[in-house]
């Protein structure tokens, strides 16, 4: 029940994040409009407050002395309350945030009810997880955790301060040393130190703090620090510790190289995949290849890795139980990530992700016998509820709006076959590897770690709302329509048991998308 509460409080904000700006209210010329500006930067303090302070409540828990959490019972009232104050913050947010310029700024009581109202669904929520009552116990018991999550909020958001001023030094650091590799291979390099534009004659980037490395060190330490936490009786320290500036300069390294092999690509003419696909996937996929290395070293070399003990192969057979469920997703994305940072504005290497995905399946195809089979009507049904409810809440967009020209552009025989094979991913691959992922792992995983020992038809608030949000975060923009497709999903593997009614579902659901989409031409609910 807690799980589900905190799922909850975690939704409101995204949705009401992604549906308002507070832009406006930082613009206003009156103080009150000003104040009111630095709401996102209360919210994030108190986010990250309360997860630390969760975190150090949980490792204090781990002492048979440590005070314990109150229990969270089921109380509708409350929550109605809750989904009252919700209504409310909406409605007052659109009169506050989306007020027409003309009219001038928001009136103090405006902005005061605003206020109000948001510290109300707090409230709300906070009396539907605990009585006044059990606050008070949390608060007398918990508060040197308490103050450790406050002390951590505070410093996330001065670090974040910090990070918008530093940003430019190490943007000058990155210049100096793209500029310098740059002139390695080119002997007529552009370089505008004042402007942070490099690059060549043919191509030119601008240094901008997203490119400086900032955000690629910052999650490079979130990471790592969390794998020194998580496997602290693993490594040896304090030699562990040395992963971290290792870590950061690898990061910065790698980030610049990033940079010239942008300009490189743009250089030979590719500058469609330079300033498309690999400006904004190298990234991601250059800090998942240096955290993963990290990992993989780490827990190999000796200067780092504690000597293994002889368990029975303890490891080694869960390892085994969880590569068939994750190796597909892992694959998928690895794929999606490739093609994407590969391809200018349309995707022609979409095969490569079909074909990763079909490897992996191929190679543990035992373990899916029968997932396939014994088709019923119930998977169906719920593939199309989910169809109707894609078609209701993914907006309009123009993120597909090039797919018929650039298959135009090519011989009909090639666009038939790239649209069969984008079809076959979209209706078989994608749904296997996400299934398998989320509702076969995820899903399991997290009532138990030896998620084998779950049964598959189980059902948990806590598992049932985590497993389907993550899965539509996955989806990006469309992430709500995609969360609520996940439940719909969870809810088909309830019924009976069986993993292959949410795989029939899914294949269901994209399947019907696939049709309605080449009949009407609505392309951006594929794109």
Not at 8 to 37: I, K, N, P, Y
Not at 217 to 228: D, E, R, S
Not at 318 to 342: I, K, N, W
Not at 455 to 467: D, Q, V
Request: with cysteine.
């Amino acid at each position: 029940m807690a799980a589900g509460l905190i799922l909850l409080l975690l939704v409101e904000l995204l949705a009401l994040s992604v549906r308002f700006d507070t832009q406006s209210l930082t613009d206003m010329s009156r103080a009150w409009g000003q104040a009111a500006g630095f709401a996102p930067d209360v919210v994030r303090v108190f986010t990250t407050a309360a997860v630390v302070a969760l975190l150090v409540g949980l490792i204090r828990g781990a002492s048979a002395h440590a005070p314990q959490l109150p229990s969270v019972a089921w109380r509708s009232v409350p929550l109605a309350v809750h989904a009252s104050a919700v209504a409310a913050f909406f409605f007052v947010s659109r009169q506050t945030l989306e007020r027409d310029p003309v009219l001038g700024d928001p009136s103090v009581t405006l902005v005061t009810t605003w206020a109000s109202s948001a510290t109300a669904v707090v409230a709300t929520w906070a009396l539907a997880l605990w009585t006044p009552g059990q606050w008070r116990r949390v608060l007398a018991e918990h508060r040197a955790s308490l103050f450790c999550g406050l002390v951590a909020g505070v410093l996330s958001w001065g670090s974040g301060l910090a990070t918008q001023e530093l940003w430019r030094p190490l943007a000058r650091y990155t210049f100096a040393l793209v500029t310098w590799t740059l002139n390695l291979f080119y002997t007529n390099t552009v370089a505008d130190p004042a402007r942070l534009v490099v690059g060549t004659p043919r191509f030119k980037v601008a240094i901008s703090p997203s490119c400086s490395g900032v955000e690629g060190i910052a999650l490079i330490i979130v990471f790592l620090g969390g794998y020194l936490w998580l496997y602290r009786r693993d490594l040896k320290f304090p030699r562990a510790y040395l992963l971290l500036p290792l870590g950061i300069a690898s990061m910065w390294l790698a980030n610049a190289m990033r940079i010239v092999a942008l300009v490189a690509i743009g250089t030979a003419g590719w500058r469609e995949v330079a300033a498309g696909g690999f400006h904004s996937q190298a990234g991601w996929i250059l800090f998942n290849a240096i955290a993963l290395t990290f990992v993989g070293v780490s827990m190999r070399v000796r200067a780092f890795a504690r000597d293994a003990e002889p368990t029975p192969h303890a490891e080694g057979r869960r390892s085994d139980e969880t590569t068939p469920y994750l190796a597909p997703f892992v694959a998928l994305t690895a794929g999606a990530m490739l093609t994407g940072a590969l391809t200018g504005g349309f995707e022609w290497l979409y095969p490569l992700r079909v074909l990763a995905v079909a490897v992996v399946l191929w190679m543990f195809r035992e373990r899916y016998t029968g997932m396939l089979s014994n088709w019923s009507w119930w998977p169906l049904l719920v593939g199309g509820a989910t169809f109707a409810t894609w078609l209701v809440f993914v907006p309009a967009t123009d993120n597909a709006a090039t797919w018929p020209e650039a298959l135009r552009s090519v011989p009909w025989y090639w666009a038939a076959a790239w649209l069969f094979v984008r079809t076959a991913g979209f209706v078989v691959a994608a749904p296997l590897a996400e299934e398998l992922a989320f509702r076969g792992f995820l899903r399991r995983w997290i009532v138990r770690r030896d998620f084998e020992h779950v049964p598959m038809g189980i059902f948990t608030w806590g598992s049932f709302l985590a497993s389907s949000v993550l899965f539509g975060l996955l989806h990006g923009s469309v992430w709500f329509p995609a969360t609520v497709a996940g439940m719909l999903f969870a809810i088909a593997v309830q019924r009976r048991g069986t993993l292959r009614d949410a795989v029939q579902a899914h294949a269901t659901t994209n399947g019907l998308i696939a049709l309605y989409v080449m009949a009407t031409g609505q392309w951006y609910l594929w794109g």
